[in-house]
């Protein structure tokens, strides 16, 4: 409509070129905007569908969201950090300790003898020489005794891995706690701040189509001609589009805040998360 308003003004005399070229560019502007948005929709519906296991056939069923996101996925008064315990990567770096543990108490155990009394009957036959060995054998039934204690460096070279590994789990298992931490804080301080710039641009979307409801009036009223009205449309649109961009953004965080914290931010989730 700007466009044909602005060619009429041009060809009457009113208007210079450069105004006509600045509403075709703005149109066309708007078409590649209307074809991006088109094909994002596409692909949504076409990720809803994966998602919920379906083909093509359920595409056409997929309406457009209204979504109501203080409601769907409210905020929490308070994250306990207990809750960071169900996170996939910190539950896989605690096992990781345990095993680590289990491996160094192992290494420990070597250090000591299991000696099998029961076969030193065959003692004498063995001899002294092969009994420190660790690989005797006496009547023909295999080692009798595990003296591992005289291989001291090879079992203090072993605890120290064991050790090693250890120490190793902890500083991973530290570093996923403080990385889920600082992620959970950048979560919540986009969620804290989408909701304001969203609050803000509700705001300005009711200023929006307040000032294209006077236009609208003056228009009707012979007070002014289409173009300010139209512009003033064009302006609320803008204004809608911002508010739909920031609503999408604030769930997509919302969403993220839920994965930074495993799951549910409920805090009665933490008691039923631990057993």
Same mark, same amino acid.
């Given at each position: ?76 008064? %308070?994250?306990? #950090? +207990? ?8 539950? /896989?770096? !605690? &096992?990781?300790? =345990? @095993? *680590? ?80 931490? %600082?992620?959970? #804080? +950048? ?8 909701? /304001?710039? !969203? &609050?803000?641009? =509700? @705001? *300005? ?71």
């Amino acid at each position: 409509e700007i466009l044909k308003i602005s060619e009429g003004r041009f060809q009457a005399g009113l208007e210079n070129g450069s105004a006509v070229a600045q509403a075709r560019s703005l149109l066309s502007i708007a078409r590649a905007d209307q074809l991006r948005y088109a094909a994002a929709r596409e692909m949504d519906v076409h990720a809803i569908a994966a998602l919920a296991g379906q083909g093509a056939d359920a595409y056409a069923d997929i309406t457009r969201p209204a979504p109501h996101l203080d409601v769907a996925l409210p905020l929490p008064e %308070r994250l306990p #950090a +207990d809750l960071l315990a169900r996170r996939p990567d910190i539950l /896989a770096a !605690r &096992a990781r300790i =345990e @095993a *680590a543990m289990e491996g160094r108490k192992a290494a420990d155990a070597d250090f000591y003898p299991d000696i099998n009394l029961a076969a030193m009957a065959g003692f004498q036959a063995i001899g002294l020489s092969n009994l420190l060995t660790g690989n005797s054998f006496t009547l023909g039934v295999g080692p009798a005794i595990h003296l591992p204690i005289f291989d001291a460096g090879k079992l203090k070279a072993q605890y120290a891995r064991a050790t090693a590994e250890l120490d190793l789990s902890v500083a991973d298992y530290n570093g996923a706690v403080v990385n889920a931490i %600082r992620q959970t #804080a +950048d979560a919540m301080t986009q969620v804290k701040s989408l909701a /304001a710039q !969203r &609050a803000q641009q =509700e @705001a *300005a979307v009711r200023e929006a189509e307040r000032a294209f409801a006077i236009s609208q009036d003056r228009y009707r009223s012979g007070l002014s001609t289409q173009l300010p009205m139209l512009t003033s449309e064009a302006t609320l649109l803008q204004a809608r589009q911002a508010l739909a961009g920031v609503s999408a953004a604030s769930a997509q965080q919302r969403i993220t805040l839920l994965l930074t914290v495993g799951g549910s931010y409920d805090a009665a989730e933490i008691g039923r998360a631990h057993v």
